[in-house]
């Protein structure tokens, strides 16, 4: 069969099949590649690929858009068999102008191509959710602009070969932020980070890091590190955050501080206390190991609150004759209280801290034995009012306290009505005299670049209160005083 005029026919690799005009291929057409690898399909223009057209290279490589002049020049579409897809712009057969590639791996980058290359404005997706949004030179991220990770991170700055350099702000996946200066990727020169607790450093960077001088060095209390007070009584304990040169550091805003308390026990103590952690939890300080117990405030009674409070006048009975002329207001419960503060200029403060009573040591062996240590020490240290040498015997204070505290029904016989036995009984709102640890030390999450600061202790004594005392006592006063 013969082919039509102005048509050729494709019989083999090197030859053409469609319009002809002059001899010249011209119109629609086919034709295949003499090496049997390419083919063209679509418009030709004397003799030239010119139009719209399909351009195969191999069995899944081809591309599909605009011809000019038999280059590959205008809108088109270009697939590889690796899978990447290209949609956009070309020139002279390379990627030039506005396009995207979509990459068989997820990536994608969407902006300006240069002969091939990202080139001026565009933005690259990972497909795995890292975006970039800015400038690129030369297939790099150069210039400016803004980099997403799937990890919560966040870069917008100044880029050179795709990494930051210049002047930028880093926001961290813990909510963290720096901004400064960056060196190939990393924080060098100037730069001010605030930490996700809000503490702050403006200052050098070298390496990514501060230098070690200009963390802070140590906590300290503010005062005395041994304190003693009665039983019932509250203290205040500040803490200061150092410098390695011994000033507060001002700068340091935010790091998060906490207040813990344990009761001081033995060496046999702690052993046997090791041994039951799942009931009592225990700490090491300085001054030995410590049965943790908790802490609370002592409210601050207002005078309105006093006048209202119910009081005891002391009895006037032959016993308490020598004692006449005092009342007492009950001492308030101790109340929770917040154990973790931020610093604040360097410096974080708890005011009326009290330790209540040690409830919780009540109802196993080794609780009931520390607080039973207690109450011997609190029972030993009974004394006669008038100064007499102890006597040891059945007759002794001691052993007729002894005997008097036997049992819940003696205690309240040797506990008379009174101001005093009132007090008594209140005081049991508040931790048995001993000797306490108070522990400050700082949990701050996440640590501030690795720096978090050693605890620091305060001994604390409680002291017994005397029932000769007159501790918490007010002379009393009259009707007419109270109007």
């Known amino acids: 069969m013969l082919?039509?005029?102005?048509?050729?026919?494709?019989?083999?690799?090197?030859?053409?099949?469609?319009q002809l005009r002059n001899q010249m291929r011209h119109g629609q057409g086919t034709y295949a590649y003499k090496n049997n690898f390419y083919k063209y399909e679509g418009s030709w223009q004397a003799g030239l690929k010119h139009g719209k057209g399909t351009f195969y290279m191999g069995k899944s490589s081809y591309y599909k858009g605009d011809f000019n002049k038999g280059e590959i020049t205008g809108s088109g579409e270009r697939t590889w068999n690796n899978g990447n897809v290209y949609s956009g712009e070309f020139e002279m057969g390379e990627l030039h102008g506005e396009g995207i590639m979509r990459y068989a791996d997820g990536r994608r980058y969407e902006g300006r191509w240069s002969h091939n290359v990202y080139e001026g404005e565009g933005s690259l997706h990972s497909g795995?959710?890292?975006?970039y949004q800015g400038e690129f030179h030369c297939h790099k991220r150069h210039g400016e602009g803004t980099q997403v990770w799937s990890d919560g991170r966040e870069y917008k700055g100044d880029w050179v070969a795709d990494e930051p350099h210049g002047s930028g702000v880093m926001v961290y996946s813990d909510a963290g932020c720096y901004e400064g200066q960056f060196n190939h990727g990393i924080r060098q020169g100037q730069g001010t980070y605030t930490h996700p607790k809000g503490i702050t450093y403006t200052g050098l960077w070298i390496n990514n890091e501060i230098p070690p001088e200009e963390l802070p060095h140590q906590m300290v209390v503010v005062g005395a590190t041994e304190v003693e007070i009665y039983q019932g009584e509250s203290f205040d304990i500040e803490v200061a955050i150092l410098h390695n040169n011994g000033e507060v550091m001002e700068g340091q805003t935010g790091r998060e501080l906490e207040i813990s308390a344990g009761l001081l026990i033995s060496a046999e103590g702690a052993q046997r206390t090791t041994a039951m952690e799942q009931q009592v939890q225990l700490f090491e300080s300085p001054y030995g190991n410590a049965v943790e117990v908790p802490i609370a405030t002592k409210p601050e009674m207002s005078e309105d609150s006093l006048a209202d409070s119910p009081s005891v006048t002391e009895n006037s009975s032959k016993q308490d004759d020598k004692v006449t002329g005092y009342e007492y207001v009950p001492l308030p419960l101790p109340v929770a209280m917040e154990t973790t503060k931020p610093s604040h200029c360097g410096h974080v403060n708890?005011?009326?801290?009290a330790i209540p009573p040690l409830n919780f040591l009540k109802g196993n062996t080794l609780g009931n034995e520390?607080?039973?240590?207690?109450?011997?020490?609190?029972?030993?240290?009974?004394?006669?009012?008038?100064?007499?040498?102890r006597k040891k015997g059945k007759s002794s204070p001691a052993a007729a306290k002894k005997d008097r505290a036997g049992s819940p029904e003696g205690r309240d016989k040797w506990k008379m009505a009174g101001v005093r036995a009132e007090r008594d009984k209140d005081l049991l709102k508040y931790a048995p005299p001993g000797t306490y640890i108070i522990r400050v030390r700082d949990i701050t999450i996440p640590p501030f670049f690795d720096n978090n600061l050693d605890p620091v202790y305060v001994k604390l004594t409680i002291q017994r209160v005397k029932r000769s005392s007159t501790k918490f006592l007010v002379p009393k006063t009259s009707t007419n005083d109270k109007k």
Not at 372 to 380: H, K, R, W
């Open 3 to 18: 082919p039509e005029k102005g048509e050729a026919m494709v019989q083999k690799p090197g030859t053409y099949k469609g």
């Open 128 to 131: 795995a959710g890292d975006i």
């Open 350 to 353: 708890w005011s009326s801290v």
């Open 370 to 389: 520390l607080l039973d240590a207690l109450t011997d020490d609190d029972e030993a240290d009974v004394e006669d009012s008038k100064g007499k040498t």
